[in-house]
RNA sequence: GCCGCUGUGGCGGAAUUGGUAGACGCAGCAGACUUAAAAUCUGCUUUCCAGUUUGGAAGUGCGGGUUCGAUUCCCGCCGGCGGCACCA
């Protein structure tokens, strides 16, 4: 049925032939300074998308909205003088494609270069703006060499408290500094953790991994081992302080500012016998009623302050907690859980003894893994206090009125000593300050974030540049990289924590006792950078010259870094902030010459199915980009992506509405073509070389403002329907200028580039007057406020703020003209008849309210 | 539980940020063209009442408030989506 139907207009004739243009005369692509034709006059503007895994299911309607986006954004701002960097390129590591490997014994590489292909024709076939000749892939042996070295400046650095950024090891060294010490202080180290183990993937994962995997049946389960990681952590204040600068969603910052979870409190030194313990609190003030201690089950002195009667029920509690996930230790808690070491600690501030507790509740990765608990003020405390019949001392009055069981609010401190009648913050302050005098605790901020486990035991990603001797880890020679993973027979997981390279016995041993480490990196590691190979994308001496880094993301007059960076939300706290944590490495070190990497981001909207829930496969909602492109055209499929709504909204798919601006579009077409008998186009014989009349100019300057303005804040659709309205006006005209029909090309090219361009070269063919040239290379055309505004304005008039007449009345009519021509209209004069005029507000321009009782 | 976003016709959405609510599009209805259909074009299309036209009332999740005037600002609720989740 689909095929029988006559096109609107031949979409498939004419796009692919300007995409073969734009291909072939390289029309999007942008020098670099230092190149021939580079213009330094110009300002920059570097536009981001996120670049797609290249999966096997190909393209998805996701996609092109937010690359439909940057693409009308980029291509506005080319014709408005700007140099205009818009690349794409592919995260190509990952496990689909190392699953697909294991199946088939095939190289990982063939199959990714295949989907890699595939997804390059689909973004070409919908004509974006991209310069392919910056084209970027993760898996590169040329990409791999550099994300290595970046890993290797991780390795080779510190951080340094005092100044609050990393430095080169080698200072450390100059120190002289143990090995050991050093090692411990490295952006990369090595440390034994509790990780996710997935036997069936035969690798780690991280949590936000663990629940994906599980549903598809797999199983994971709590192993420690020794693992890969970065002090993303040492960067934790700098992350959240340095978000303030940055154009980006509230949403989003909050998000990434949860995340790394900063809490102020203090620590405070509590005596178990011999020993000590530090607690992390909060809530200082309320020491008085700490009524008992609680360690993490992990902790390390929970062996040693046991007594002899609890030592049987303690163990048996570690071991339950041990086999438990963080998932089980959250989900299946509806309880509280614990049991008594029989040890006891003194409380610092009065000398009461309290009992050490160890329960599931309390974190070892947190704060000390200890804390003291204040059951009148802490929910959970409280929980575990009544369900063990623990005293409660109320510590802090609650303000009048509050009735709550457990006040965990500010208030006036009671039962406390020193600290009686003052406020919690004043409390606080005091507290902190004695802890401090007495040298019993001190101030403190804490973070829920925690290290970046970077290793995964999988074939198909960057193994680590990094040998092995001795039990010391060393990293390779620059001449080395980039190290590439050896070619296996097979490709399948040993289901052991030994990474699948490590079955590469040839490669592993380097001789002299030397070899290779087997883990590889994460998916992430590739997507951190990626921004920054684009600006010089061939480069063989360096990740980036100093140039194109300073020319594309430097300052420049603007904040710095990518000017507008389009992606959706699932990235918001993970890739987002892994970026941002390598991008402030590389500052630090002097590589590039802004703090942050991504100064303006906005989040698409997910597209939902055509039955409003979420486009999967088993629901059989999913709509296939090249399918609407057969039909329609990729300016219909670009231009309806960007009517549906607004960008950052979640909104569902209708083909209804993709024949909507399908028809928008064939009206545009047949403003200037007309169809024979044939069946052939023809150029309509209304167009005139003539000047477009006022009515005609008002339009089309109020869509030339209207889009302008439309695009710079991202509001594509209301910017498609000025141009629809436009249209329509144009459709009523009976002799159409060329010129107006041109203009209105011209602010159309962005988002149909297409047809567009077709018929500007159709135009132009047949009227001397039309510019011939690609309307991508024209200047973005300015409007005239003076065709703008009426000699005639029509007004509202109301009447007790309901809306009884419109009058119409000159633009520079007076006030006192105005209020009176309203007062005697007819209908006014009804709806005022018995009652008396109180007041007439007259806002110029738009109505009259006359208020009347 | 906490945090964030969101709520406007049958549907997607618009509204110069306090000034004519429903632009534009979809769907629907009627008409024109056509032997007929498709395509195209024209008109109608928030609801209710009245109805030849002119008209009247209600209306932006619900309830209050501020104002001459509230989709927009304030207070209190309710629903939907997303994130975090024993973080001391």
Redesign the pocket.
């Given at each position: 049925m689909a095929e029988q139907?006559?096109k609107?207009f031949p979409f498939d004739d004419f796009e692919p032939q300007w995409q073969n243009r734009w291909e072939s005369d390289k029309t999007f692509s942008v020098p670099n300074p230092g190149d021939a034709n580079f213009d330094a006059d110009k300002p920059k503007f570097f536009a981001l998308d996120m670049f797609p895994y290249p999966s096997g299911s190909g393209l998805h309607v996701g996609h092109p909205e937010g690359y439909t986006a940057t693409d009308i954004v980029t291509r506005q701002k080319r014709m408005a003088g700007f140099n205009v960097l818009h690349p794409m390129g592919w995260d190509a590591f990952g496990l689909p494609a190392e699953e697909h490997a294991r199946k088939t014994g095939e190289h990982p590489a063939i199959n990714t270069a295949k989907n890699t292909d595939n997804f390059r024709r689909q973004l070409k076939r919908l004509g974006f703006a991209y310069d392919w000749e910056r084209e970027v892939n993760t898996t590169d042996p040329g990409y791999v060499r550099w994300t290595q070295w970046i890993f290797l400046q991780l390795y080779n650095s510190y951080f340094d408290e005092a100044g609050q950024k990393a430095k080169p090891i080698a200072e450390l060294e100059a120190q002289g500094l143990s090995r050991e010490e050093i090692d411990n202080r490295r952006l990369a180290y090595v440390a034994e953790a509790p990780v996710n183990w997935c036997p069936e993937l035969g690798t780690v994962l991280a949590?936000?991994e663990v629940e994906e995997w599980r549903k598809k049946g797999n199983t994971v389960e709590r192993r420690p081992l020794k693992q890969w990681m970065l002090r993303i952590t040492a960067y934790a204040e700098r992350l959240i302080n340095e978000l303030d600068g940055l154009d980006w969603?509230?949403?989003i910052k909050?998000?990434q500012q949860?995340?790394i979870?900063r809490?102020e409190?203090a620590e405070v030194d509590f005596k178990i016998g011999e020993h000590k313990v530090t607690?992390?609190?909060?809530?200082p003030d309320t020491l008085f009623g700490a009524t008992y201690m609680?360690l993490?089950p992990e902790h390390p002195l929970v062996d040693e302050i046991t007594t002899p009667e609890q030592s049987a029920a303690v163990e048996e509690y570690r071991k339950a907690c041990a086999s438990k996930s963080?998932l089980e230790?959250?989900e299946?808690?509806k309880e509280?859980?614990g049991v008594a070491t029989g040890g006891t600690a003194i409380n610092p501030v009065n000398g009461e003894e309290i009992p050490v507790w160890i329960a599931?509740?309390?974190?070892?990765?947190?704060?000390?893994?200890?804390?003291?608990?204040?059951p009148a003020h802490?929910?959970?405390?409280n929980?575990f206090a009544k369900r063990f019949g623990i005293t409660i001392i109320e510590v802090v009055q609650a303000p009048e009125g509050n009735e709550e069981k457990c006040f965990t609010g500010e208030g006036t401190a009671i039962n406390s000593g020193f600290l009686d009648g003052l406020t919690t913050a004043e409390a606080k302050q005091k507290i902190s300050a004695w802890l401090d005098d007495e040298k019993l605790g001190k101030s403190t901020v804490?973070y829920?974030l925690r290290d970046w486990l970077f290793s995964r035991q999988r074939y198909w990603g960057e193994p680590f540049p990094i040998v092995w001797k001795d039990g010391n880890h060393f990293a390779i020679d620059d001449s080395e990289l980039p190290l590439l993973a050896p070619e296996l027979k097979d490709y399948k997981p040993s289901g052991t924590p030994d990474p699948i390279l490590s079955k590469a016995k040839d490669w592993v041993d380097v001789g002299d006792g030397v070899t290779r480490e087997t883990n590889t990196m994460p998916q992430w590691a590739g997507s951190c950078w990626y921004y920054l190979r684009y600006c010089d994308a061939a480069n063989r001496d360096r990740f980036i010259s100093r140039e194109a880094e300073e020319y594309w993301l430097g300052k420049n007059g603007t904040p710095g870094g990518v000017d507008l960076y389009i992606g959706g939300?699932?990235h918001?706290?993970l890739h987002l902030l892994y970026a941002r944590f390598w991008h402030k490495v590389l500052h630090d070190l002097g590589h590039v010459s802004t703090p942050e990497p991504f100064q303006k981001l906005v989040n698409q909207g997910l597209i939902m199915g055509e039955d409003?829930q979420?486009m999967s496969k088993s629901r059989g909602n999913v709509v296939n980009p090249d399918d609407v492109v057969d039909l329609y055209g990729a300016d219909s499929l670009r231009l309806y992506e960007m009517?549906?709504?607004?960008l950052?909204?979640?909104?569902?798919w209708?083909m209804?509405?993709v024949?909507?601006?399908h028809?928008?579009l064939?009206?545009i077409w047949?403003l200037v073509m007309e169809i024979d008998q044939e069946g052939t186009w023809t150029m309509r014989g209304n167009l005139t070389d003539g000047d477009p009349d006022k009515a005609t100019k008002k339009v089309l300057h109020q869509t030339i403002k209207k889009v302008s303005e439309d695009i710079a804040s991202l509001?594509f659709?209301?910017a498609?329907?000025?141009m629809?309205?436009c249209?329509?006006e144009f459709?009523?005209v009976e002799a159409l200028p060329v010129s107006a029909v041109v203009t209105l090309l011209e602010v159309l090219s962005p988002f149909a580039p297409h047809i567009a361009e077709e018929l500007n070269a159709r135009l132009a063919a047949a009227h001397d007057s039309v510019d011939g040239s690609e309307l991508a290379n024209r200047a973005w055309p300015a409007w005239d406020e003076a065709y703008l505004v009426e000699d005639e304005i029509?007004m509202?008039i109301?009447v007790?703020?309901?809306?009884?007449d419109?009058i119409t009345v000159s633009k520079d009519a007076a006030k006192e003209d105005i209020e009176a021509q309203a007062l005697a209209c007819a209908?006014v004069t009804?709806?005022t008849d018995g009652l008396t005029v109180r007041?007439v507000?007259v806002?110029p321009g738009?109505?009259v309210?006359i208020?009347a009782n």
């Open positions: 139907r006559r609107q949590n936000e969603p509230e949403g909050l998000l949860n995340w979870g809490s409190g607690v992390f609190t909060t809530r609680v993490a963080d230790r959250t299946l808690a509280k859980t599931d509740y309390v974190m070892m990765s947190y704060g000390t893994g200890a804390i003291m608990a204040v802490d929910e959970r405390d929980e804490v829920k939300t699932e918001a706290v409003g979420k009517f549906m709504g607004p950052e909204q979640v909104k569902p209708s209804n509405g024949e909507g601006v028809r928008f064939a009206r047949r509001s659709n209301t498609i329907s000025q629809m309205v249209t329509n459709n009523k029509e509202v109301q007790n703020g309901k809306k009884r419109i209908k009804e709806h007041k507000i806002v738009r109505l309210n208020v």
